[in-house]
């Protein structure tokens, strides 16, 4: 028998849907509590690196992500000119394994769909239009109040409510993201023949302009700049003008975003909660416990990590003690680390116009230490 028998989750991103099958398989009760009225299908394209691929293949849905999304193995460099003139098409590390693709992109709200429904068919409920406006501890369990009156009781409630996680303020922990300078405007836009990979363009109007392929006939491209404040601005309008001069793809990307394009607009943040994740019955995963600037396309992979981990931890335990979620956060907090420190310190040396900055020997870094399974 396992530490715990009901599992509460807060929140259905990738990282508490993927806890949620991965506990339901072990016969734990789960119900996963969802502030939204259903299930999203909006939003732009994901990247998913080897090391998120090993874990939902260990899910075992990785027909349906092959059959969905769009894999490749290269990473292609271009210059910010008209031509798009091509500087180098690098290899990328299969993390993963070599039995899987280095990257696979896919459209998030596809990705969300079909890990949902591998986590229901495990068994797990999702109730929708679940918001929590308090919590309590006893010994022996945890206590959520609803808005809407519900009173619900867990052996343990794990926070997966993102960035802005209500759960870890509900506990006390202090740590907040800063914003760390720079702008992201994202198009979910349908993808040109050409497009077969992730490629970048550093420099021009933009920091970085660049885009990965999400499907057969999808894509998202991407110009990072300056953060701005730019709620309310036209934003099909604005990213075409940023998008200006870049040639290549660029050409067919400018024409998608009209009126109807699904374009959206965040700030890169970043946050670490060096302590443990947890107080009691409450524990943190993924953007609730740490987030990074996209910089390296570790997020995704880092939330099913975390999923995995505590999973193995949960189910492995025999009686819930406080080491229990302690041993979770000590074998995940120095990966969690490397990866944030480095997608921050990439950002930077952009930010400060740094030409010596050894990313070859960061990126080295940060694939040395996703190889190793979790």
């Known amino acids: 028998m396992s530490a715990v028998q009901k599992v509460g989750i807060v929140g259905s991103g990738i990282g508490g849907l993927t806890l949620a099958a991965l506990l339901a398989d072990a016969g734990l009760d789960v119900e996963v509590l969802e502030k939204a009225a259903g299930p999203s299908v909006l ?22 992500l092959q059959e969905k999304g769009f894999p490749f193995d290269t990473l292609g460099l271009r210059a910010p000119d008209p031509e798009a003139t091509v500087i180098a098409v690098l290899d990328d590390v299969r993390v993963g394994g070599e039995d899987l693709p280095a990257t696979l992109g896919m459209p998030r709200a596809e990705l969300a769909a079909v890990v949902r429904d591998r986590a229901a068919k495990a068994g797990a409920e999702i109730r929708y239009g679940t918001v929590v406006s308090g919590l309590e501890q006893t010994e022996d369990a945890v206590h959520v109040s609803t808005t809407s009156g519900e009173e619900l009781r867990y052996d343990l409630l794990v926070g997966a409510d993102g960035l802005n996680s209500a759960v870890r303020s509900a506990i006390g ?8 300078g720079m702008g992201i405007w994202r198009a979910f836009v349908p993808r040109p023949a050409e497009v077969i990979r992730t490629d970048l363009y550093y420099g021009g109007r933009a920091y970085i302009a660049g885009y990965c392929p999400t499907g057969p006939d999808t894509m998202y491209a991407y110009l990072v700049e300056d953060a701005q404040e730019r709620h309310g601005a036209d934003g099909p309008a604005v990213m075409g003008e940023l998008a200006a001069g870049y040639g290549g793809p660029w050409r067919q990307i400018r024409q998608s975003l009209d009126g109807t394009a699904n374009v959206n607009y965040t700030h890169f943040t970043t946050h670490l909660v060096e302590g443990p994740w947890h107080r009691g019955r409450v524990v943190l995963l993924g953007d609730a416990a740490h987030s990074c600037p996209p910089t390296i396309a570790q997020g995704a992979a880092m939330a099913v990590e975390d999923a995995a981990v505590l999973a193995d931890e949960l189910v492995r335990a025999e009686a819930f003690e406080d080491a229990v979620l302690t041993r979770y956060w000590q074998r995940r907090l120095p990966r969690a680390r490397t990866v944030v420190d480095a997608s921050v310190q990439l ?18 870094l940060v694939s040395d230490t996703v190889k190793v399974p979790v």
């Open 347 to 364: 950002g930077q040396w952009i930010l400060d116009g740094k030409r010596d900055g050894d990313v070859p020997g960061l990126m080295q």
């Open 43 to 64: 939003g732009s394209g994901i990247t998913l690196q080897g090391n998120a691929l090993r874990v939902l293949r260990g899910l075992g849905i990785w027909p349906q």
């Open 173 to 180: 922990i202090q740590d907040r993201p800063r914003r760390t």
